[in-house]
């Protein structure tokens, strides 16, 4: 008895993830024209989502997507944690020059597949398991594509994500954060949420080299992640930029300003630290 509710819960979340978050992120991806492929990872799958540039280029941008939803109402373990609202992805489709957005391990419809559990997309979301196995994933692409710099751009807790991915590429050629999630202790801290025990904390690293840029974007109205938290956060990194964009909350409106970064990625340019609206 016990075996077949089990049996039955797990084909209910088969049916729900048809029609959930991973189909709508899926159909949006579609629309954009973007390809997707499934990667081996270190044990987990992933699912890579690549532009259809034609540009000749050996540098690669790696977008990396927020936390999406672990939690439902702060209550229940979310069955999907795929982003319900896709600003990495967004923020891909207005970029020319070859990009993927890298899926984390358990997302995209992956929740409930072995070895997955509720903790990689909650209290370990920043695990080195994760992102040990993101790691094994973008060496392979940049393996395929040949590639010699990267560019990883991370939203929320993508930007944790990137940072903690940053390190790792000797490729490595600038990093990009936008409202991102630089400092665990501090966010759960503010929110009076549950210690994301089992993830690493980004703000912990060792400094990035200093031929890695780093530019790092703070929305002036975001109340998830306030710009001072991330101030505070890249107090050690050497080579690094505060932007503050007055107007900007947590999810709103970076795409109205990615064209001009991109244009100022590709310049190598450098803003002293100020509030700036592109």
Not at 113 to 123: E, G, K, M, N
Not at 165 to 178: D, G, K
Not at 204 to 209: D, G, K, Q, S
């Amino acid at each position: 008895m016990k075996k077949s509710r089990y049996l039955c819960i797990a084909a209910l979340l088969l049916v729900a993830a048809c029609s959930g978050p991973s189909k709508r992120f899926d159909q949006q991806a579609w629309d954009y024209g973007f390809q997707k492929s499934e990667y081996q990872g270190n044990g987990f799958s992933h699912l890579v989502y690549r532009n259809n540039s034609v540009q000749n280029s050996l540098v690669l941008h790696v977008y990396l997507g927020g936390d999406g939803t672990p939690w439902i109402d702060g209550k229940l373990i979310a069955w999907d944690p795929t982003p319900r609202n896709p600003v990495g992805l967004r923020l891909m489709a207005l970029d020319d020059l070859p990009s993927i957005y890298l899926g984390r391990p358990c997302y995209h419809g992956k929740s409930i597949t072995h070895p997955c559990s509720p903790s990689l997309w909650t209290s370990e979301r920043y695990s080195a398991e994760v992102v040990d196995s993101m790691a094994v994933v973008l060496q392979e692409v940049i393996r395929q594509g040949e590639y010699q710099e990267l560019v990883l751009i991370g939203f929320s807790g993508g930007g944790g994500l990137a940072m903690l991915l940053a390190e790792r590429f000797p490729q490595t050629r600038q990093v990009v954060t936008l409202a991102g999630n630089l400092d665990i202790q501090a966010w759960v801290t503010l929110h009076h949420y549950d210690a994301l025990t089992g993830s690493l904390n980004p703000r912990n690293i060792n400094p990035l080299a200093d031929k890695i840029q780093q530019y790092h974007l703070a929305g002036g109205r975001d109340t998830n992640i306030p710009p001072q938290m991330i101030k505070n956060a890249i107090q050690q990194q050497k080579n690094s930029q505060f932007i503050l964009l007055e107007g900007f909350t947590h999810g709103c409106c970076w795409e109205k300003i990615w064209k001009s970064m991109l244009e100022c990625l590709s310049k190598a340019c450098v803003w002293k630290e100020r509030t700036s609206a592109l």
